[in-house]
């Protein structure tokens, strides 16, 4: 079986191409460069994606902080992850780089600001 996919890894957007033998990848093609072969074995064993969104702040200059994941976090933990992150409220003062949210789920990552409030 083949799929074929766009690399996300950087902005040339590369397709490629995956020929599968079950869940195994066999071979990938495509790819300009190694990271889109480790793009889209990847993409097959364990998807993953970085989150960025924004958190409710309270007595701020704005009523949300934009805010992402430190690191990609599994594809189907994303609606969970979000569903923590929208009833999270946290109170200004808030910094960038500062964490709001500690390995969110268990899946190693934070939820860190990336602006003041
Ligand atoms: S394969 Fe390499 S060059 Fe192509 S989109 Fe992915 S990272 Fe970019």
Same mark, same amino acid.
């Given at each position: 079986m083949t799929k074929t996919m766009t690399c996300v890894?950087?902005?040339? @957007?590369?397709?490629?191409? /995956?020929?599968? %033998? @079950?869940?195994? $990848? /066999?071979? $990938?093609?495509? &790819? +300009?460069?190694k990271r889109g072969d480790a793009?889209?074995?990847t993409e097959i064993? &364990?998807? $993953? =994606?970085?989150? +960025?969104?924004? $958190? =409710?702040? #309270? @007595? @701020?200059?704005?009523? /949300?902080?934009? /805010?992402?994941?430190?690191?990609?976090?599994?594809? %189907?933990?994303?609606? #969970?992850?979000?569903k923590l992150i929208n009833e999270t409220v946290v109170q200004a003062p808030v910094e960038v780089g500062q964490v709001l949210i500690h390995n969110i789920l268990g899946t190693d990552a934070h939820v860190i600001a990336t602006n003041n409030n």
């Open positions: 890894a950087c902005p040339l @957007g590369c397709q490629l191409s /995956v020929t599968l %033998d @079950g869940d195994t $990848v /066999v071979s $990938v093609t495509g &790819n +300009t460069c793009y889209a074995r064993s &364990n998807p $993953v =994606r970085s989150l +960025t969104t924004t $958190v =409710r702040c #309270e @007595g @701020g200059l704005h009523p /949300v902080v934009p /805010v992402k994941t430190t690191l990609p976090i599994p594809k %189907d933990r994303m609606f #969970e992850c979000m």
